[in-house]
């Protein structure tokens, strides 16, 4: 699950898209993060990236922000072997585990950040080159007083359309009423969104979300449903 902060800087506080959780990783994981980071991984610092130099082939691109243990993730590059997925997380146990099936199922259109999606978005995502972003159970915040540290604000989505082909869809998921509707205000302000099920109203379960995971049973079995929004960029 994706999680957010504020960090200083220059005077302003900017925001993070995540708290860095000091997680154990299994032997297993550790090998894993280190062995196949190279064929799978994305460098920050490498700057925009070529696709058809990085999967070897052009292809409708999605991004996945806040991946946690990667099961839909890695479940959508299995089902879609005609697409490409990039997933970007914080999480080093989730992406050592990620790495561990992409690497039995041989995945070739899988890679992924290990980093802040804010520094991904803007350092290695070109303008115009998603065919769609996806972020499921991002960190709720519930307390008031701090749901503004919560990713899914104005600025951050602004930032997503701009890397947004037109027509390239924007869709999001949570087990937080209370962060449904903020997204469905925030997301229906933006005037190069549209909602694909119609005005101010809530989609169906996505394609995009093939398994129900280990989070989202634990959601439902705490009496919490899900709520899912899908838009697309004019």
């Known amino acids: ?23 154990r990783l299994t032997a297993a994981q550790e090998r894993a993060f280190v062995d196949y980071y190279p064929r799978f991984g994305l ?36 089902v879609y072997p005609d697409q490409d997925f990039i997933g970007v997380e914080t ?22 950040y290990y980093g802040d999606v804010i520094d991904v978005l803007e350092k290695c995502i070109p ?3 998603l065919d769609g972003v ?16 919560r990713l899914i604000q104005s600025a951050f989505v602004q930032l997503v359309v701009t890397k947004l082909k037109p027509g390239g869809a924007l869709h999001l998921a949570t087990d937080w009423e209370d962060y449904a509707v903020h997204m469905m205000r925030v997301l229906s302000q933006e005037e190069k969104l549209a909602n694909v099920a119609g005005l101010h109203q809530f989609a169906d379960r996505s394609l995009y979300r093939p398994v129900v995971t280990k ?19 004019s």
């Open 1 to 23: 699950m994706l999680t957010t902060s504020t960090k200083k800087s220059s005077g302003h506080y900017r925001l993070r898209s995540f708290v860095r959780r000091d997680s």
């Open 43 to 78: 460098q920050l610092d490498s700057g925009l990236p070529d696709q058809a130099q990085v999967f070897g082939r052009t292809a409708p691109l999605l991004l996945e922000i806040g991946f946690g243990y990667g099961q839909s993730l890695l479940e959508c590059a299995k």
């Open 91 to 112: 999480h080093k146990p989730g992406i050592g585990t990620l790495f561990i099936g992409a690497q039995q199922h041989e995945l070739a259109n899988l890679r992924v």
């Open 127 to 129: 303008e115009s080159s």
């Open 134 to 149: 996806q972020i499921f159970f991002p960190d709720p915040w519930p307390k008031r007083r701090h749901q503004p540290r």
């Open 215 to 233: 989070f989202e049973r634990r959601a439902q079995s705490e009496g919490r449903n899900i709520w899912e929004l899908q838009f697309r960029k």
